[in-house]
């Protein structure tokens, strides 16, 4: 059977991962790329070496050249720059607006049917820009924040309740940033929604409350802790997790950005919504009855994401004025 490829746009720590996941998952022939290519081809060997030790037949390459990607069935991206101090949020947009206008000229010429999944950040803007760059077809590109954040939420709950993280589910809505969703009504552990577990008096509802506001403060938590650098396992292992939905055809139910076209009443944007994914890619955006409390959680979050891309719209139009005048 002729095994499938998959793309790492990004030679990081979170594509290192990555290529390491997909190749002990042996779910296609694999190929890193990045602009530093040494870094890419070495972590490739490394892996290739590893994988004899697996007896396992996967193929990883690594390198600079955009054409290496050609024909890829899912391409992951983990390319961009991360926040630095005295960055503001202009400057990160600008500079990954650049990177991702790369990555869109190479899937465009090189992969075009792949399935797209972008994890760069500021991630609801920046997928937006990939599409907007791509023109992809809405079931073709998602953005990978729900699955990490909703297993955040779930470690947390795990740890206060004394639980296995396997008998706790977990939804988070909205954008990838502090003002997500996480819904407890729509979260359960061995079955019992998290409303029900307060009433019982499991847990209280000052502790449900703590981790919420720790689930969004998620990511920055473990900047904090690294010191440099931000996570990669959670976010690699979530990225795969919509790969291999995709690449199996399993239609799993997985909280994504997803382009919304009319749902919870948002249109042009991509924002964390529970989706169908399957072979076809974004197969179906499941819409939650929603109570007015939530929504309106979820419309705040909206806005934030609605100003991230009106700023990337100014963006890109000042750098269409710039080229035309030069």
Same mark, same amino acid.
């Given at each position: ?12 720590q979170i594509g290192g991962t990555l290529a390491l ?12 790329? #990045? ?11 490394? !892996? ?6 697996s007896s396992s037949d996967v193929q990883l390459v ?6 290496? $990607?050609? #024909?890829?069935?899912?391409? $992951? ?63 073709? $590109? ?6 990490? #954040? ?12 004394? +639980? ?6 977990? !939804?988070? !809505? ?37 981790? $919420? ?18 996570? @990669? ?32 009443? +948002?249109?042009?944007? @991509? ?6 994914l399957g072979g076809q890619g974004v197969q179906q ?26 700023? +990337? ?9 710039? +080229?035309?005048?030069?």
């Amino acid at each position: 059977m002729q095994q499938r490829k998959i793309a790492l746009i990004g030679g990081g720590q979170i594509g290192g991962t990555l290529a390491l996941l997909a190749m002990q998952r042996c779910l296609g022939h694999v190929v890193l790329l #990045d602009m530093a290519g040494g870094v890419a081809a070495g972590k490739a060997l490394d !892996l290739s070496q590893m994988a004899a030790l697996s007896s396992s037949d996967v193929q990883l390459v690594g390198g600079d050249q955009p054409n290496s $990607i050609a #024909d890829a069935d899912v391409c $992951i991206v983990t390319a961009g720059f991360p926040r630095k101090p005295g960055m503001d949020r202009e400057d990160l947009l600008q500079k990954n607006l650049d990177v991702m206008r790369q990555v869109a000229d190479h899937i465009v010429r090189y992969a075009p049917q792949a399935f797209v999944i972008c994890l760069t950040n500021p991630l609801d803007a920046m997928v937006y820009a990939l599409h907007k760059m791509t023109r992809l077809p809405k079931q073709q $590109i998602v953005g990978m924040a729900g699955v990490l #954040d909703s297993a955040r939420f779930r470690t947390f709950l795990a740890q206060q309740l004394g +639980v296995s993280r396997r008998d706790v589910t977990a !939804l988070v !809505l909205g954008g990838h940033g502090d003002d997500m969703v996480p819904l407890p009504r729509f979260c359960s552990v061995g079955g019992i929604a998290l409303p029900q577990l307060v009433q019982m008096g499991l847990l209280q509802q000052q502790q449900l409350d703590d981790i $919420i506001q720790r689930t969004r403060q998620g990511g920055g938590e473990i900047v904090q802790l690294l010191g440099n650098g931000s996570a @990669f396992y959670a976010p690699a292992q979530s990225a795969l997790d919509m790969a291999e939905a995709f690449l199996m055809g399993t239609g799993r139910v997985l909280p994504c950005a997803a382009l919304l076209e009319g749902e919870y009443g +948002v249109s042009g944007l @991509f924002v964390g919504v529970p989706a169908v994914l399957g072979g076809q890619g974004v197969q179906q955006v499941l819409q939650l009855p929603l109570q007015q409390e939530e929504l309106a959680a979820f419309e705040n979050s909206v806005q934030s994401v609605r100003r991230s891309v009106q700023q +990337v719209d100014r963006l890109l139009t000042k750098q269409v004025d710039t +080229v035309a005048s030069a």
